[in-house]
């Protein structure tokens, strides 16, 4: 019989969830997330902001439970130093990342360290003060060279491919932002063995995914994750 490794490491491909948050009516059921997760959640001062974690983590569960073909409790999540969710008490090599901004939330499983990143583009965020901070000079010249439409756009884009990069590398956000120089205009670039894309993101959104090699992702649909989300027997 197949283990769960070999399952897993057969497919040697890099995988994409996307869910609407809000579009989950449903809470979770409580015994998907861990008592750390429940407490974090709580902390939250706005209800939207509690849901929205609490949904997008127990979506993490779901999905690294169905992957590895085990029940969601059997799952030793923890944060590491950074706050970056990662598998502990598990055999099976897997890499995954989670990213949330808005009412979308990303997830990425690969046989690899992958990292993935989304944000909700605001069109009033005083962007100016980012980029002389944690930008590269050659960034900051080309965005601010762009026209005041193009701007905002090219200022998440970059941000998505440093994020993505940064937790692929297991970094904390702001350990290194300026290490990597991005293009806004280029869809893909590499550093070393790291290939960093732009990947489709819902109106409104820039996303971005960082893997080791050239595999492609698949791309699964909130379509196919509402079932595991609203499911009372997982």
Do not use: N, Q
Not at 96 to 125: C, K, N, T, Y
Not at 175 to 185: N, Q, R
């Amino acid at each position: 019989m197949e283990s769960a490794r070999e399952k897993f490491e057969s497919r040697a491909i890099e995988k994409i969830f996307i869910a609407d948050l809000d579009a989950l009516d449903e809470p979770p059921p409580r015994g998907i997330l861990s008592p750390a997760e429940r407490d974090r959640a709580a902390r939250f001062v706005r209800g939207e902001d509690r849901r929205r974690y609490a949904k997008s983590h127990a979506l993490l569960r779901l999905v690294l439970a169905s992957e590895l073909g085990v029940a969601p409790s059997e799952l030793g999540l923890a944060a590491d130093r950074f706050g970056k969710p990662e598998l502990r008490g598990r055999p099976v090599p897997v890499g995954f990342s989670l990213s949330h901004s808005g009412r979308m939330a990303l997830v990425a499983v690969a046989p690899r360290a992958v990292g993935i990143d989304i944000e909700e583009i605001r069109a009033h965020v005083e962007i100016d003060a980012v980029i002389e901070r944690y930008f590269t000079p050659g960034e900051a010249a080309e965005l601010r060279a762009l026209p005041p439409e193009a701007r905002i756009p090219a200022f998440y884009r970059c941000w998505t491919f440093k994020e993505a990069y940064l937790k692929a590398l297991g970094k904390g956000l702001w350990d290194g932002l300026d290490a990597i120089e991005t293009l806004p205009g280029r869809d893909e670039m590499r550093k070393e063995r790291w290939v960093i894309r732009s990947i489709p993101a819902p109106e409104g959104y820039a996303a971005a995914i960082a893997t080791e090699g050239d595999a492609r992702p698949a791309r699964h649909s909130v379509d196919s994750l509402v079932p595991l989300i609203l499911s009372p027997i997982l």
